[in-house]
């Protein structure tokens, strides 16, 4: 098992313990400097935790070794969602909504994060990603079931696979069986203003109180 750092976080936001949690996961050979930036454009009422992922890579940092872009090891993928894990019930133990929003690498984690533990989260941001297919987490038809995501994609992204981003799309609009709203932009591989504001609007709706007061996953 690989000693991974603590977590380095940068938070925003809400204060309050019990606040929804949403996890901003930057993408690879960034920082959580890097990504914190987006929580200005995201609704108020949550508490927004940037992590700096445990592997240094390109004068940044990585979530999972891989074996090819958008393609993880599920031995590296396993330990860094471990050390994830225990960094996250420290700060959000059962019963706190948590969110997390990844791009890119982050996006990829993400998914691996909801994959592996469905119930543990009310809800993902899937941002220009693959999710981490045949890398130890169950991509099994309804897997997903109910769950709120988000996922976007640019019609010009040249980084991922397109075969994964295909994949990726596909899954999450139909077998994953979660509440999909699926965004593409004819850009590549960047946020771009118009998807940050449809994040937004999504992520706005399922911070609705009513909806985590009730563990609604219906609407």
């Not at 982050?106 to 592996?116: D, N, P």
Request: cysteine-free.
């Amino acid at each position: 098992m690989t000693a991974f750092a603590s977590p380095v976080v940068v938070w925003h936001g809400d204060a309050d313990a019990a606040a929804p949690l949403v996890v901003l996961l930057h993408g690879r050979g960034s920082s959580e400097a890097d990504i914190i930036g987006l929580a200005d454009q995201l609704p108020p009422g949550a508490a927004y935790a940037a992590v700096r992922a445990p592997i240094s890579e390109g004068g940044g940092y990585a979530w999972f070794a891989n074996r090819g872009i958008g393609r993880p090891t599920p031995e590296s993928l396993a330990e860094t969602m471990a050390w994830f894990g225990d960094w996250l019930d420290r700060v959000a133990p059962p019963g706190r909504p948590v969110v997390p929003v990844g791009f890119s690498g982050g996006g990829a984690f993400a998914g691996g994060l909801v994959l592996a533990a469905p119930h543990r989260y009310a809800g993902a941001a899937i941002l220009y990603a693959t999710l981490p297919f045949d890398a130890g987490v169950p991509t099994t038809p309804g897997r997903l079931e109910g769950l709120p995501v988000f996922v976007a994609h640019g019609d010009a992204d040249r980084v991922i696979p397109a075969d994964l981003l295909g994949r990726t799309w596909g899954y999450l609009n139909g077998d994953a069986g979660s509440r999909t709203t699926a965004v593409r932009d004819p850009g590549g591989h960047g946020l771009t203003a118009g998807v940050v504001v449809a994040l937004e609007h999504w992520l706005g709706g399922l911070l609705a109180p009513e909806d985590f007061a009730t563990g609604d996953r219906s609407r």
